[in-house]
């Protein structure tokens, strides 16, 4: 798939799945209101927690792109994409859209995002245990095995994995 195709279904998807995940969701849940009793401190720790929970996600989408495919199942790289925050973590995506809506249940005081998030959690581990591992294992193999062996898939590494040349 050619870079700029790959760019485009990469943007598409992001908005789709992790545009409904963590702002459709969220927003149906708080309709994004911030209580006026919110202490300035839960609401500053909230957009920050927001902003740092999209980096990975943004930063992830792009290396999908750069290496000419997307997140999306349907549309994968032809390599295993180990560079960037994916070098700490085997999920950084979905560990900063997790991040994302727990800064949007600080910023809107809402436990039910925290359930929300709790849940989205469980069912995002299952869908990587029991179909995206299996899959990514026989798209990639024993590439993706090693992988796997040295990166964690929730908690980052503190020290960037390289992979063998």
């Known amino acids: 798939m050619r ?12 908005v789709v799945a ?11 849940i708080t309709h ?3 209580p006026g009793s919110s202490p300035a401190a839960r609401v500053i720790l ?9 980096i990975p996600p943004v ?10 495919g997307t997140p999306m199942p349907v549309a994968p790289t032809e390599r295993l994409v180990v560079t960037g925050f994916n070098r700490f973590v085997r999920n950084p995506m979905y560990a900063g859209l997790i991040t994302v809506i727990l800064g949007q249940a600080l910023l809107f005081d809402s436990p039910w995002l925290v ?14 245990h029991w179909y995206e591992e299996p899959t990514l294992v026989g798209e990639y193999g024993e590439q993706y095995e090693q992988y796997r062996r040295n990166v964690p898939a929730w908690t980052p590494r503190l020290t960037p994995w390289s992979p063998p040349c």
């Open 3 to 14: 870079t700029w195709t790959a760019a485009v279904g990469s943007a598409a998807f992001f």
């Open 18 to 28: 992790p545009g409904t995940v963590a702002g459709l969701g969220p927003w149906l």
């Open 32 to 34: 994004w209101e911030i």
């Open 46 to 54: 909230g957009v920050v927690l927001i902003v740092l929970g999209l």
């Open 59 to 68: 930063h992830a989408f792009t290396q999908f792109a750069k290496a000419g």
């Open 115 to 128: 359930l929300y998030a709790v849940l989205g959690w469980i069912v995002t581990a299952s869908f990587v």
